[in-house]
């Protein structure tokens, strides 16, 4: 199904990368666009969707330290890291999620 850019609100704003377009919301996605998400790029789109840990909560479902669970995964590829510099008179800070096949894989290792 194709929408006419010029019936579309905020017209101005259409992205030519679809993927970007669904992770800002201020822009406008049409029907073409999900539809190349949805046939391009499903894996990016399943591990999007998927569920994500942060240390505490994946701690408490092993039984392990939020510090051992941050510790497991610090290099682990495809886990999520936010990093918020320092400012003025805050410290540095980061934030972990960990995708439920991230989990899953290191859990598999680990149990080998």
Not at 29 to 34: C, K, L, R, T, Y
Not at 45 to 72: C, D, F, M, N, V
Not at 83 to 99: L, T
Request: aromatic letters at 4%; hydrophobic letters at 35%; a positive charge.
């Amino acid at each position: 199904m194709f929408i006419n850019e010029n019936d579309l609100p905020n017209h101005g704003n259409l992205t030519s990368d679809p993927i970007q377009a669904v992770h800002e919301p201020k822009k406008v996605v049409n029907a073409e666009q999900v539809d190349k998400i949805l046939r391009i790029h499903p894996v990016r789109l399943k591990a999007a969707l998927e569920q994500h840990y942060s240390p505490r909560e994946l701690g408490e479902r092993w039984e392990l330290s939020p510090g051992t669970i941050r510790s497991l995964f610090e290099s682990e590829p495809g886990v999520i890291r936010i990093d918020r510099p320092e400012q003025c008179h805050k410290r540095k800070y980061r934030s972990m999620r960990i995708p439920e096949s991230v989990a899953a894989r290191v859990h598999q290792r680990l149990a080998a």
